[in-house]
């Protein structure tokens, strides 16, 4: 069966597709490793065209009410959910995940976002606030265009938790998907003309990091919502500085999983799979430091070791498929060189490995220590690393000594230590019993090197709007002089 997917063209500007003028893009589809689709990148002027097609659709967007570009994004959500099942098969092939996964996790949490920030709309107002008889009134404005640049785990999640918000609030996007995974964005692109959407207030660009530079510094940028690493957030934080642009940064992680005495066991051991190998490992906020309590460490590892044999690797098209594929050659090398390392600097392999081909199983570590690599860097991979832990002031302290905060977990039994250990880690998104729920409704991100800003929720649509403030003078003026 052939699984070439090759779209009408490479770029989205203006409500059609555009064929790139730039470098050639081969689509690989991970599990074969066959060009499934072949796309150019954006020149440089045709980044420039797509901005100023954004810039001149916007007024006329943000003009109109709320509840009218409310109901386009439900249009679009609408569509998402009744083609469900051919998305996430162009998903699979995008990116090797199973599609039991892309299924029920990538397109439907993006239409989620649609459909509540669609419910949001008419609900934004400004305030008013009264100064005796003079009063200030705020307005509660689009910042114009937005540039989305997008990372390769969710491609079409990303592009739609990125225009959701920003489009509700009236402003225009052009946005980036990852040069790995270009095909999701593309897709939401025609569907939202399909339900409605004017023309140039959605566009796509495709390329790689220069062309995501090129955009983030137009002239005609005021927002740029990064999702990627954090060297590359370090880079476009900077750049967007320069013309004082809003940003989000969604980066990456180290996040800490931590496991006391009194957990729930079989609770606690679906959770650090789920946190570690879901999507096979590629989701920034998995929990990859797993601290676990010296009482419950052997049976611990005894019943994650017994669940992980069961799990069924092999064709992401194949609806028993629980694991799939790495996204890329490149980073099944980047974790295979730190699964070599970890066993290198003396931790214990408890299961997994290297793997074959473009796979690699879920790997669990044990006996590691906290200055291992395997312990401090993000490999963005199946690959969990389980420290133990004595107290609560230690693994607490353990568990901050970190450039990273994007997200932690605590499963424990006593509902005072878990309200107290959330309050101490210093991440921006926390879960107790629970791990990597990411539901539209409350706000997601990082805090210290995982980033700024919070994606999803209420929260977001600050960070795609700003506010106006009005002085309302009543009486007259009394000048001194
Ligand atoms: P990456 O940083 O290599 O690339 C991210 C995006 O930035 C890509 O589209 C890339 O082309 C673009 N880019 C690269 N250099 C650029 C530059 N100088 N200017 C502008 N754009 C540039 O990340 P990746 O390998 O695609 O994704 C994996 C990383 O993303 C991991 O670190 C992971 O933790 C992180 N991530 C974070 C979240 C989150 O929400 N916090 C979600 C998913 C992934």
Same mark, same amino acid.
């Given at each position: 069966?052939?699984?070439? @997917?090759? =779209?009408?063209?490479?770029?989205?500007?203006?409500?059609?597709? @555009?064929?790139?003028?730039?470098?050639?893009?081969?689509?690989?589809?991970?599990?074969?490793?066959?060009?499934?689709?072949?796309?150019?990148?954006?020149?440089?002027?045709?980044?420039?065209?797509?901005?100023?097609?954004?810039?001149?659709?916007?007024? $006329?967007?943000?003009?109109?009410?709320?509840?009218?570009?409310? *109901?386009?994004?439900?249009?679009?959500?609408?569509?998402?959910?009744?083609?469900?099942?051919?998305?996430?098969?162009?998903?699979?092939?995008?990116?090797?995940?199973?599609?039991?996964?892309? *299924?029920?996790?990538?397109?439907?949490?993006?239409?989620?976002?649609?459909?509540?920030?669609?419910?949001?709309?008419?609900?934004?107002?400004?305030?008013?606030?009264?100064?005796?008889?003079?009063? /200030?009134?705020?307005?509660?404005?689009?910042?114009?265009?937005?540039?989305?640049?997008?990372?390769?785990?969710?491609?079409?999640?990303?592009?739609?938790?990125?225009?959701?918000?920003?489009?509700?609030?009236?402003?225009?996007?052009?946005?980036?998907?990852?040069?790995?995974?270009?095909?999701?964005?593309?897709?939401?692109?025609?569907?939202?003309?399909?339900?409605?959407?004017?023309?140039?207030?959605?566009? @796509? !660009?495709?390329?790689?990091?220069?062309?995501?530079?090129?955009?983030?510094?137009?002239?005609?940028?005021?927002?740029?919502?990064?999702?990627?690493?954090?060297?590359?957030?370090?880079?476009?934080?900077?750049?967007? $500085?320069?013309?004082?642009?809003?940003?989000?940064?969604?980066?990456?992680?180290?996040?800490?999983?931590?496991?006391?005495?009194?957990?729930?066991?079989?609770?606690?051991?679906?959770?650090?799979?789920?946190?570690?190998?879901?999507?096979?490992?590629?989701?920034?906020?998995?929990?990859?430091?797993?601290?676990?309590?010296?009482?419950?460490?052997?049976?611990?590892?005894?019943?994650?070791?017994?669940?992980?044999? +069961? !799990?069924?690797?092999?064709?992401?098209?194949?609806?028993? %498929?629980? +694991?799939?594929?790495? @996204?890329?050659?490149?980073? /099944?090398?980047?974790?295979?060189?730190?699964?070599?390392?970890?066993?290198?600097?003396?931790?214990?392999? /408890?299961?997994?490995?290297?793997? #074959?081909?473009?796979?690699?199983? =879920?790997?669990?570590?044990?006996?590691?220590?906290?200055?291992?690599?395997?312990?401090?860097?993000?490999?963005?991979?199946?690959?969990?690393? /389980?420290?133990?832990?004595?107290?609560?002031?230690?693994?607490?302290?353990?568990?901050?000594?970190?450039?990273?905060?994007?997200?932690?977990?605590?499963?424990?039994?006593?509902?005072?230590?878990?309200?107290?250990?959330?309050?101490?880690?210093? !991440?921006?998104? %926390?879960?107790?019993?629970?791990?990597?729920?990411?539901?539209? #409704? $409350?706000?997601?991100?990082?805090?210290?090197?995982?980033?700024?800003?919070?994606?999803?929720?209420?929260?977001?649509?600050?960070?795609?709007?700003?506010?106006?403030?009005?002085?309302?003078?009543?009486?007259? !003026?009394?000048?001194?002089?």
């Amino acid at each position: 069966m052939s699984h070439l @997917v090759q =779209p009408a063209a490479s770029l989205y500007i203006g409500g059609r597709p @555009v064929e790139g003028q730039g470098a050639m893009l081969a689509v690989h589809y991970p599990y074969t490793g066959e060009v499934i689709a072949t796309l150019h990148e954006a020149s440089l002027e045709q980044v420039a065209i797509a901005t100023a097609t954004a810039a001149s659709a916007q007024p $006329a967007w943000a003009a109109l009410r709320p509840v009218e570009r409310g *109901r386009i994004l439900l249009r679009a959500a609408m569509i998402i959910r009744d083609r469900g099942e051919e998305l996430a098969r162009l998903e699979t092939l995008d990116t090797g995940k199973p599609i039991q996964e892309t *299924r029920v996790a990538d397109w439907p949490s993006g239409a989620d976002a649609l459909e509540y920030f669609a419910g949001l709309a008419a609900t934004i107002t400004g305030q008013t606030i009264p100064l005796g008889g003079d009063f /200030v009134y705020t307005i509660r404005e689009a910042l114009g265009v937005c540039a989305g640049i997008g990372a390769w785990n969710y491609p079409s999640q990303i592009a739609c938790w990125k225009a959701a918000p920003a489009l509700i609030m009236g402003n225009a996007m052009v946005f980036k998907p990852s040069e790995e995974t270009p095909l999701g964005a593309l897709k939401l692109a025609e569907i939202f003309t399909e339900a409605g959407l004017p023309a140039g207030i959605f566009n @796509v !660009v495709q390329g790689r990091g220069a062309v995501g530079a090129a955009l983030v510094t137009d002239p005609r940028v005021a927002k740029v919502s990064l999702t990627g690493s954090v060297a590359t957030g370090q880079k476009v934080y900077a750049a967007a $500085a320069e013309g004082m642009r809003h940003v989000t940064m969604e980066l990456g992680g180290k996040s800490p999983l931590i496991i006391f005495d009194d957990a729930r066991l079989e609770d606690a051991v679906g959770a650090a799979i789920l946190g570690n190998f879901y999507s096979s490992g590629q989701v920034c906020s998995n929990g990859t430091r797993v601290f676990v309590q010296q009482g419950i460490l052997p049976r611990f590892l005894e019943r994650l070791s017994a669940r992980l044999t +069961h !799990v069924k690797m092999g064709d992401p098209l194949d609806e028993a %498929t629980q +694991h799939g594929p790495i @996204v890329s050659p490149a980073q /099944v090398s980047k974790i295979r060189a730190a699964i070599e390392r970890g066993q290198a600097e003396g931790a214990q392999l /408890v299961c997994g490995g290297v793997g #074959e081909g473009s796979f690699v199983p =879920p790997t669990v570590f044990a006996d590691a220590t906290d200055d291992m690599f395997i312990a401090r860097e993000e490999i963005f991979g199946p690959v969990m690393t /389980v420290l133990s832990f004595t107290a609560e002031d230690e693994v607490l302290a353990r568990a901050n000594a970190t450039p990273y905060g994007l997200a932690a977990g605590v499963f424990t039994a006593d509902l005072a230590r878990a309200h107290r250990v959330v309050a101490a880690l210093q !991440v921006g998104t %926390t879960w107790i019993n629970a791990y990597n729920q990411t539901p539209v #409704e $409350a706000p997601f991100g990082g805090s210290k090197l995982s980033g700024v800003g919070r994606e999803n929720s209420a929260a977001a649509i600050d960070h795609y709007s700003q506010l106006k403030s009005v002085y309302v003078g009543m009486g007259s !003026v009394d000048a001194p002089y």
